[in-house]
């Protein structure tokens, strides 16, 4: 597994003028990976877009390695950076605890009867977000830390929040000439590893949500 980081060339209007979208972002990371193209291979690759000092970064986690050149077509040019993942997924131990920074679209299900697809909807609001999250933890292997000694339940005496929402753009246009949005929301906090193997494979795969950007530590 390999961890990419570059800086989006945002004081270059000309340069990333097609990214305007999320489908957009997406183009570039699997454009970056030609060799799975060409042999028809292709890989699920994480993604999220990253803020950090004024600056903005495309992370991607993947398999193989990507294209340095093709990653940086929207890029900051020498801002290309690819690393090992292996090396941090063998340090991770059961009870360790770390900072986290994850970034998703949590949605809800809704039954709509024997031999239909259930509908899927977004939660819209930070309580209905952070109940999601917390849902997702211990089928992930983690909890989230409390910020007290005791054992408490509240929501609110847990060592996490909501940094970030919006309603990007995924595509440009649906069928019928709709366009798509997705509720996106990053959270950051303290958590607690749980189960080692569940939780090294969610950082490898996601968290099972529909439409998942991705999530790295």
């Not at 989006?8 to 990214?19: E, P, S």
């Not at 906090?189 to 529909?210: C, E, M, P, T, Y």
Request: glycine content about 4%.
């Amino acid at each position: 597994m390999y961890l990419s980081r570059i800086e989006v060339d945002l004081n270059n209007r000309q340069r990333i003028k097609d990214l305007t979208h999320l489908g957009a972002y997406h183009n570039w990371v699997e454009n970056s990976f030609p060799e799975e193209i060409q042999n028809n291979s292709h890989k699920r690759h994480l993604w999220r877009l990253d803020p950090l000092s004024g600056k903005q970064y495309l992370l991607i986690l993947s398999e193989n390695r990507p294209d340095i050149k093709l990653l940086s077509r929207y890029g900051v040019p020498e801002t290309a950076l690819t690393k090992p993942y292996d090396h941090f997924l063998d340090s991770l131990a059961e009870g360790q605890r770390m900072r986290f920074r994850l970034t998703a679209n949590p949605t809800y299900s809704v039954y709509q009867g024997e031999g239909k697809r259930s509908k899927v909807y977004p939660h819209v609001t930070i309580e209905q977000q952070r109940k999601w999250l917390l849902k997702k933890a211990d089928a992930a292997g983690f909890q989230i830390v409390s910020q007290k000694s005791e054992a408490i339940e509240d929501i609110d005496n847990l060592a996490f929040d909501i940094v970030h929402r919006d309603r990007p753009v995924l595509h440009r246009k649906a069928e019928k000439g709709r366009t798509i949005h997705i509720s996106r929301v990053t959270f950051e906090g303290v958590l607690q590893i749980k189960n080692i193997d569940v939780f090294r494979q969610v950082l490898i795969s996601g968290l099972a949500v529909r439409r998942h950007l991705a999530w790295a530590l």
